[in-house]
T-cell receptor
């Protein structure tokens, strides 16, 4: 099966600019996740979608970050305005609700964001 | 809330040495436990998993046992190779499928 697709792979922006990341999950996976992985740290969950509804966005900085998953398939994550501390790899993952507790997550390759 | 704590790195070993990376967790209910590996320049890969107490997950010579009494899931390998050099992440998944990671432990194996 095709993997989780993310784009772009790399992005460099200046602080206070905006940026958007795109994720296409595995076909049929109802659950989609966005993680932020800062260099030297473990991935931190930003938001979890079930179909096109939000399950958990407790760690999403809502003053600058937003995410949507229209039609329960593709998703976009936006940062506006960006800060230096947003420099990180943004990972998208997908799973089915039944397989998730069994480790059935598939991760994309990520988007590496550098804010200068 | 749920959390995962793992030993800090970097861990540097000689080839064929014994490896232990400690991981403890805090969770309500009965989470599933995982070890993920991230090789240099690559994405996250599931290494092994255990879904209930006393389960042992194993893969590629690595093992970890789900210990509910000590809330631990330590990763072990009897003889490491240079190719095992990577960052290892302990993680748990709750009943809603929320995957929470530890901070990662970098392993460097020298020939």
């Amino acid at each position: 099966e095709a993997g989780v697709a993310q784009s772009p792979r790399y992005k460099i922006i200046e602080k206070r600019q905006s940026v958007a990341f795109w994720c296409n999950p595995i076909s049929g996976h109802a659950t989609l996740y966005w993680y932020q992985q800062i260099l030297g740290q473990g991935p931190k969950l930003l938001i979890q979608f079930q179909n096109n509804g939000v399950v958990d966005d407790s760690q999403l900085p809502k003053d600058r970050f937003s995410a949507e998953r229209l039609k329960g398939v593709d998703s976009t994550l936006k940062i506006q305005p960006a800060k230096l501390e947003d420099s990180a790899v943004y990972l998208c993952a997908s799973s089915s609700p039944i397989r998730a507790p069994l480790g059935g997550y598939t991760f994309g390759s990520g988007t590496r964001l550098t804010v200068v | 809330g749920n959390s995962v704590t793992q030993m800090e790195g970097p861990v540097t070993l000689s080839e064929e040495a014994f490896l232990t990376i400690n991981c403890t967790y805090t969770a309500t209910g009965y989470p599933s436990l995982f070890w993920y590996v991230q090789y240099p320049g690559e994405g996250l890969q599931l290494l092994l998993k255990a879904t209930k107490a006393d389960d042992k997950g194993s893969n590629k010579g690595f093992e970890a046992t789900y210990r509910k009494e000590t809330t631990s899931f330590h990763l072990e390998k009897g003889s490491v190779q240079v190719s095992d050099s990577a960052v290892y992440f302990c993680a748990l998944s709750d009943q809603r499928g929320k995957l929470i990671f530890g901070q990662g432990t970098e392993l460097s194996v020298k020939p």
